[in-house]
């Protein structure tokens, strides 16, 4: 451990308690929450080890004081964290709404489980992706990622943190039960200041500070609460002082910003891997667990002679349509397998355009897909 707290080295641990780590390496020193299977672990770790390090661990009433909690303290100047699972994360979604309005850097993990409402509180499920995405009022956009092992819910708890501070938006972590209670080798490194992205700080003297006034990437620099800068926040529609406007024109003129500081800058957040696609007749859409029985199965097809890819998504919002436009144009078909009843194989083929088949293995949780059926899968889409 570093003089600051910081753990390095390997540890054998599981993926919720990765994800602990994760956000104090990224300098998270605030959490609030609510305890909720299966992400409850998450919590746990974090009340321990955040006063270790002169961090703040507050217990909240419920999942909505939770989420104001983390915009406050965002707006304080910390990064902060708070984590749920289905019925929690529905409980969220107003004021996930409302850190989108108020442009608030913070980062929400959601470790699905099977649903709706209680539904499986220990088994795994992907069904909250649509939800991700629609799930507050209004027009917005979210960034979303997704993790496929403990060693990833370290390190993209951190990116995910990284992203929130760039673009000054709440970033979802979508993880799930698999993923988060499986325990295997992560390992801890010591993540250097430069690596480490900090909100934009205004140039402007507290005097001529608008809070909401863009740069050219349409990101506004944030003053903290405190520092001699006024400003006013509200979840209205407002003008670049961050008061009241309760006109169309305004409201045209934020929403659009909002909407396209991530959509224009898509490339930079949009992350995926591939295997195995440059000649691919087909290819498996998969993201979390998911895609590690999808590599299983792919790697089976190739051994029966069939030229099969995997695209695992992660980053699933924005969405990487122009990549899956661009594999429509070479492949015969996709195969999704979700441990949903279908989510996002609706934005496969939406992008697909017709131009190659799309074919869904849903699963409704409480399991996981087999290698032999997504084999299957794969069989049946090339006939």
């Given at each position: 451990?570093?003089?600051?707290?910081?753990?390095?080295?390997?540890?054998?641990?599981n993926?919720?308690?990765?994800?602990?780590?994760?956000?104090?390496?990224?300098?998270?020193?605030?959490?609030?929450?609510?305890?909720?299977?299966?992400?409850?672990?998450?919590?746990?770790?974090?009340?321990?080890?955040l006063?270790?390090?002169?961090?703040?661990?507050?217990?909240?009433?419920?999942?909505?004081?939770?989420?104001?909690?983390?915009?406050?303290?965002?707006?304080?100047?910390?990064?902060?964290?708070?984590?749920?699972?289905?019925?929690?994360?529905?409980?969220?979604?107003?004021?996930?709404?409302?850190?989108?309005?108020?442009?608030?850097?913070?980062?929400?993990?959601?470790?699905?489980?099977a649903?709706?409402?209680?539904?499986?509180?220990?088994?795994?499920?992907?069904?909250?992706?649509?939800?991700?995405?629609?799930?507050?009022h209004?027009?917005?956009?979210?960034?979303?990622?997704?993790?496929?092992?403990?060693?990833?819910?370290?390190?993209?708890?951190?990116?995910?943190?990284?992203l929130?501070?760039?673009?000054?938006?709440?970033?979802?972590?979508?993880a799930?039960?698999?993923?988060?209670?499986?325990?295997?080798?992560?390992?801890?490194?010591?993540?250097?200041?430069?690596?480490?992205?900090?909100?934009?700080?205004?140039?402007?003297?507290?005097?001529?500070?608008?809070?909401?006034?863009?740069?050219?990437?349409?990101?506004?620099?944030?003053?903290?609460?405190?520092?001699?800068?006024?400003?006013?926040?509200?979840?209205?529609?407002?003008?670049?002082?961050?008061?009241?406007?309760?006109?169309?024109?305004a409201?045209?003129?934020?929403?659009?910003?909002?909407?396209?500081?991530?959509?224009?800058?898509?490339?930079?957040?949009?992350?995926?891997?591939?295997?195995?696609?440059?000649?691919?007749?087909?290819?498996?859409?998969?993201?979390?667990?998911?895609?590690?029985?999808?590599?299983?199965?792919?790697?089976?097809?190739?051994?029966?002679?069939?030229?099969?890819?995997?695209?695992?998504?992660?980053?699933?919002?924005?969405?990487?349509e122009?990549r899956?436009r661009?594999?429509?144009?070479?492949?015969?078909?996709?195969?999704?397998?979700?441990?949903?009843?279908?989510?996002?194989?609706?934005?496969?083929?939406?992008?697909?355009?017709?131009?190659a088949?799309?074919?869904l293995l849903?699963?409704?949780?409480?399991?996981?897909?087999?290698?032999?059926?997504?084999?299957?899968?794969?069989?049946?889409?090339?006939?």
């Open positions: 451990m570093s003089e600051e707290g910081i753990r390095e080295g390997q540890f054998f641990i993926g919720d308690e990765a994800c602990a780590e994760g956000a104090i390496s990224a300098g998270c020193r605030f959490f609030a929450g609510y305890p909720i299977t299966p992400a409850t672990e998450i919590a746990e770790r974090m009340s321990r080890r006063p270790e390090i002169g961090g703040v661990y507050v217990q909240m009433e419920d999942e909505i004081a939770s989420m104001n909690a983390i915009l406050g303290a965002s707006w304080a100047g910390v990064k902060a964290m708070t984590s749920t699972s289905g019925p929690g994360f529905s409980l969220m979604m107003e004021n996930l709404g409302l850190g989108v309005m108020l442009e608030t850097p913070c980062v929400v993990v959601n470790v699905q489980r649903g709706p409402s209680t539904g499986l509180p220990t088994s795994v499920g992907q069904g909250d992706m649509m939800q991700a995405k629609w799930g507050s209004g027009v917005y956009e979210i960034i979303a990622i997704v993790p496929s092992s403990p060693q990833e819910m370290f390190d993209f708890t951190i990116t995910a943190f990284n929130s501070e760039k673009y000054r938006v709440p970033v979802l972590l979508m799930d039960e698999t993923v988060g209670h499986m325990s295997e080798k992560v390992v801890m490194r010591r993540v250097a200041p430069e690596e480490l992205v900090q909100r934009r700080r205004p140039t402007a003297p507290p005097g001529k500070y608008w809070p909401y006034q863009p740069d050219s990437d349409l990101v506004p620099p944030m003053a903290i609460a405190g520092e001699g800068y006024r400003f006013h926040v509200t979840g209205l529609t407002h003008d670049e002082r961050g008061y009241p406007e309760m006109t169309a024109a409201q045209e003129r934020l929403v659009r910003r909002l909407v396209d500081k991530i959509r224009l800058n898509r490339k930079d957040i949009i992350n995926y891997e591939e295997v195995g696609t440059e000649d691919a007749e087909v290819v498996v859409c998969a993201y979390g667990i998911t895609a590690r029985v999808a590599r299983r199965a792919v790697q089976q097809a190739r051994d029966e002679g069939i030229r099969a890819g995997l695209l695992r998504l992660i980053t699933v919002w924005p969405f990487a122009d899956v661009e594999l429509s144009q070479q492949v015969k078909a996709f195969v999704v397998p979700e441990i949903n009843y279908g989510q996002i194989v609706l934005e496969v083929e939406r992008c697909a355009g017709g131009r088949k799309t074919l849903p699963h409704m949780g409480g399991g996981m897909h087999q290698p032999q059926t997504i084999l299957e899968g794969i069989r049946e889409a090339l006939r």
